[in-house]
């Protein structure tokens, strides 16, 4: 069974770090490239980061760039979010997704994590 | 602002049958067929449920249809039932790096 769990998050004050961690089972995680999706209070869903399964190639939302880093160790199954000069508009809950794809399918999430909340506030 | 365009929300009679609009650019939707729908109950994570515009993952119910009609994307949930009363999302690959997929603002579905 693929199972994602998502820990890190937290209370923290503008201007502040956080690092998020997804620990990833049931399936080849080295195989699989990995997305970071949030969702603040209330709202919709935001594409935050990609990271392919070597980490050869990293994508960010333009809204994040240089602010966040995504990472992930294969050896331990993990991917990595690393969160540095927070905002209020960062506030959301955070789900790390398996992105699935073959030659003809293209899934950017077929399987979320609970999440796991991250609260920017003074 | 949601990059793809969804009604707020939708409502039906049980054993009803509903449609969810999905309507984004020639960027997105408009340029290829990797789009998805996501049920997502109060509290809970999403959960995949058409992928590929008209495919449904195993155990997800054939109630459950999806389409595509140039830059707009459709869910038809059929036969409502009081357990689909939730929010749907839709998404899309976009074809370029950034923003590498983009998601509806989300519908929410009451079934009456």
């Known amino acids: 069974e693929v199972q994602l769990e998502e820990s890190g998050g937290g209370l923290v004050q503008p201007g502040g770090s956080l690092r998020l961690s997804c620990a990833a089972s049931?399936?080849?995680?080295?195989?699989?490239?990995m997305n970071w999706v949030r969702q603040a209070p209330g709202k919709g869903l935001e594409w935050v980061a990609y990271i392919s399964s070597s980490s050869s190639n990293i994508y960010y939302a333009d809204s994040v760039r240089g602010r966040f880093t995504i990472s992930r160790d294969n050896g331990q199954n993990s991917l990595y979010l690393q969160m540095n000069s927070l905002k209020d508009e960062d506030t959301a809950v955070y789900y790390c997704?398996?992105?699935?794809?073959?030659?003809?399918?293209?899934?950017?999430?077929?399987?979320w994590g609970q999440g796991t909340l991250v609260t920017v506030s003074s | 602002q949601s990059a793809l365009t969804q009604p707020a929300s939708v409502s039906g009679s049980p054993g009803q049958s509903i449609t969810i609009s999905c309507t984004g650019t020639?960027?997105?939707?408009?340029?290829?067929?990797?789009v998805c729908w996501y049920q997502q109950h109060p509290g809970k994570a999403p959960h995949l449920i058409i992928y590929?515009?008209?495919n449904r993952p195993s155990g997800v119910s054939s109630r459950f249809s999806g389409s595509k009609s140039g830059n707009t994307a459709s869910l038809t949930i059929s036969g409502l039932q009081a357990a689909d009363e939730a929010n749907y999302f839709c998404s899309s690959l976009t074809g370029s790096t950034t923003p590498y997929v983009v998601f509806g603002g989300g519908t929410s579905l009451t079934v009456l």
């Open positions: 590929d515009v008209n």
């Open positions: 049931g399936f080849s995680f080295s195989n699989y490239n």
């Open positions: 020639i960027n997105d939707i408009g340029r290829h067929d990797y």
């Open positions: 997704t398996r992105d699935f794809e073959t030659m003809t399918t293209r899934i950017p999430a077929d399987y």
